[in-house]
């Protein structure tokens, strides 16, 4: 049985930083590409970060480029989310998804519960 678990959420002021954590366990997460996606209330649910299987290539929403960075921590085994100059329309839960494909517009078949990041002063 597979099982994603995110971690690293909290609440940071405008301009913070913070690291979010996914890790799995019934699966290897090389094995798969990752993204994150969040849901502020609301609103829908967007990706934000992906990394590829294979070459790990990455891709970013426009609205996060050169500020969220996604990579494989090999000491960890996870995949984390590194979020810097935070601004208030961050605020969301965030969720990793794994998955065959890499993509910010692909199916992922696993889904963690999410970690609530609050960015506000």
């Known amino acids: 049985q597979v099982h994603v678990v995110e971690s690293g959420g909290g609440l940071v002021q405008p301009g913070g930083s913070l690291r979010l954590f996914c890790a799995a366990s019934?699966?290897?997460?090389?094995?798969?590409?990752i993204a994150w996606f969040r849901q502020a209330p609301g609103k829908e649910r967007e990706a934000v970060a992906c990394?590829?299987?294979?070459?790990?290539?990455?891709y970013y929403k426009d609205s996060v480029k050169g500020r969220f960075f996604i990579y494989r921590n090999k000491a960890k085994n996870t995949v984390d989310l590194e979020m810097n100059s935070l601004e208030p329309d961050d605020t969301a839960v965030y969720f990793c998804?794994?998955?065959?494909?890499?993509?910010?517009?692909?199916?992922?078949?696993?889904w963690g519960q999410g970690t609530q990041v609050t960015v506000s002063s």
């Open positions: 990394i590829a299987r294979t070459d790990y290539s990455t």
């Open positions: 019934g699966l290897t997460l090389d094995d798969y590409a």
């Open positions: 998804a794994v998955g065959p494909d890499y993509g910010l517009e692909v199916p992922y078949d696993y």
